[in-house]
């Protein structure tokens, strides 16, 4: 068995999935377009991607619809500060430009906290874009995060969004722009190695897009932090369908983004994909001993060990950006939450690293099992010898007994 | 109940379809099959690709079920669903004594059983949960066996359907169901409870497992 080309073809799984060039050049210019929309309607403000656009880590959300386009997030951030407006009027604002127009008011839908433009497919597969309004942060309550913060400097940046309450629309602190800045931080490095082989690589796949390689935008390339990022996402969404409840239970995106930048800063940035997700599932195993060992015990027998922490008997993973915003907050509110959290790390260092050991035929099965039959098919066909196993339909089938 | 001819010709059916097992012992009263059983099957995209290896113990000229041993502790003595003496728990012999009420298909039961409960027992692993639903120990599984077949929404009703069909000998669909809905059983569970009046092999089965309950429940388990 050769393990380099399954990493490859592992890989070429997530680049699947991954957003294309054609795809972000398009979605690049939309939100331009709405930006330069609302200015035309009197708003000034600058637009922004956040989450996963700006990170670098987009999938195609296949598990309930393998059809399904992208969704990317934005934040519009209107010149004011908090004191200047209050959530609901400034909501008010965008909501009014967005539905007086006749270009976006057919595509939209609005949500409590955002709204939401779905285009037409470009290609296979559309997208949409997730418009969050958001004002500046009031320097009151910037000045108490900084004191607070483990990254005091990256708290200029914080911006207040309207959430809904059940009756009322307050201010919600989030800091994309300072989270970015934390995440880049760490992971140019990591980009830096990846780059040259990177826009060959993107050139030659897609030399009808662009007419040199350096015309490539580097926020297509992918280091090893972003892929293993992607790769987990990916893996989550197939394995968290398997449970009733697995949307309200599953890891949400900017834990795993959170886990694995902080773990993989001071790593030498040339590491593979596979190496860094090899230690970072191998690290994460470690902390699933914080769920049975008590925390003086862990601390003693593992030190420094502080990317997933427990303060007060509660779960903890902070927001580098946001010093109140502990990510792990529903980890305490239901202890599953953790519980299937850490049996899943398990199955991700199974399915993606113990799996290079096994015959073609267990690596293929393994493979489908962790991103589902249809995927798998799709992008490798016939390789590595499937078996058409034989379905169980669940209306008759035994529960064991005794 | 099988004879040995049957048994016979159902095994060399099976091990046309199971190859990498084979008969290690076989009289007049059992046959044993040795050797690595291939579970290859997929539920909601998850396949289980995988031998295991076991023995099947066929019983010849006996009302008892084959039933199968896991020789190599293939099976984690923490899976709560594990064993009963050696046997593993593949589902409630009531449920398999109905299933087969017209005759017993070994290679259906190896396919619909034993796989089953190797693939079951891979998702649980896997996930923590049970992909079919699982079945409580002792009587209270019969119970719940019944109260699926019945379409009953509660053990302590299943148990009263379960007495009513058990003593009222004729069916009678203008009687009150006994599943406490208040309506006639014909406009209720009558399409249900009805069979056991028709087929008195169903009656049988569900009579011995309402006396094995009361002995279970005599003897607190």
Redesign the interface.
């Known amino acids: 068995m050769n393990t380099q080309e399954r990493k490859n073809d592992l890989l070429q799984i997530i680049e699947h999935l991954d957003i294309t060039p054609t795809m972000y050049k398009n979605a690049e210019e939309k939100y331009k377009n709405l930006a330069a929309y609302l200015e035309s309607k009197g708003i000034e403000a600058d637009m922004y991607p956040q989450g996963s656009f700006a990170l670098g880590t987009v999938i195609r959300p296949t598990v309930r619809d393998p059809n399904a386009g992208y969704d990317l997030d934005f934040v519009c951030q209107v010149h004011a500060m908090r004191e200047d407006t209050t959530p609901a009027e400034l909501r008010k604002l965008i909501e009014d430009a967005l539905t007086s127009s006749d270009l976006y008011g057919g595509k939209l839908t609005i949500h409590d906290e955002c709204f939401t433009v779905t285009y037409a497919n470009i290609g296979n597969y559309g997208f949409s874009i997730d418009i969050v309004p958001a004002v500046n942060e009031s320097e009151q309550v910037k000045a108490c995060l900084q004191q607070k913060a483990a990254y005091p400097d990256l708290i200029s940046t914080s911006i207040a969004i309207p959430k809904k309450e059940p009756d009322v629309y307050t201010w919600l602190t989030n800091n994309p722009k300072g989270y970015l800045a934390w995440f880049n931080g760490i992971n140019n490095p990591f980009s830096e190695h990846s780059w040259e082989n990177s826009r060959e690589k993107i050139f030659r796949e897609n030399n009808a897009v662009y007419a040199s390689v350096e015309e490539i935008p580097p926020a297509l390339n992918r280091s090893s932090i972003q892929r293993v990022i992607q790769i987990l996402k990916y893996h989550r969404d ?2 968290y ?3 009733p409840n697995g949307e309200d239970i599953k890891p949400i995106s900017a834990i795993i983004n959170t886990i694995v930048v902080k773990m993989a800063d001071g790593i030498r940035p040339d590491i593979s994909v596979f190496d860094l997700l090899d230690f970072i599932t191998t690290e994460l195993a470690i902390y699933a001993e914080r769920q049975k060992l008590p925390e003086q015990m862990f601390s003693s027998k593992y030190p420094n060990r502080n990317v997933i922490q427990i303060q007060d008997n509660k779960w903890m993973i902070c927001n580098p950006a946001n010093p109140e915003d502990n990510l792990a907050d529903k980890w305490n509110e239901d202890m599953r939450i953790p ?2 959290f850490f ?1 899943w790390c398990s ?1 991700v260092h199974h399915d993606l690293i113990d799996s290079f050991k096994e015959s073609d ?2 690596f293929r ?1 393994i493979v ?2 962790a991103f ?3 995927m798998v098919s799709d992008v490798w066909g016939e390789k590595y010898r499937p ?1 058409p ?4 339909q ?1 209306l ?7 | 109940m099988l004879t040995y001819e049957d048994a016979v010709t159902q095994v060399s059916e099976l091990l046309q379809v199971q190859t990498g097992l084979s008969v290690s012992k076989s009289s007049e009263e059992e046959i044993q099959l040795s050797g690595a059983l291939f579970v290859n099957r997929v539920y909601r995209d998850f396949p289980v690709r995988k031998h295991y290896r076991i023995k099947l113990v066929i019983p010849v000229g006996s009302e008892e079920l084959p039933y199968v041993l896991d020789t190599e502790n293939q099976i984690d003595n923490t899976y709560p669903h594990a064993f009963t003496g050696k046997k593993l728990c593949l589902e409630t012999p009531t449920s398999i004594r109905i299933q087969y009420i017209d005759g017993f298909n070994l290679v259906s039961w190896v396919q619909n059983y034993v796989e089953v409960y190797f693939f079951t027992y891979e998702y649980y692993k896997r996930y923590g949960i049970y992909p079919f639903g699982e079945r409580a120990h002792g009587y209270c599984g019969i119970v719940q066996t019944y109260k699926d077949l019945l379409h009953i929404d509660n053990e302590i009703n299943t148990i009263h359907v379960m007495k009513y069909i058990s003593t009222v000998k004729v069916y009678r669909g203008h009687h009150r169901c006994p599943c406490g809905s208040n309506k006639r059983i014909r406009s209720c569970h009558g399409e249900y409870i009805k069979p056991f009046y028709e087929d008195c092999r169903l009656r049988k089965i569900l009579d011995d497992d309402l006396l094995e309950c009361y002995r279970e429940a005599k003897e607190g388990k």
């Open positions: 197939v394995f369908s398997k449970y519980r299937v049996r199955c035929e267990a099965s489908e099992g589902g039959q249809k078996i196993a034989r379905p169980i669940a008759h089938a035994a529960k064991p007994w005794g």
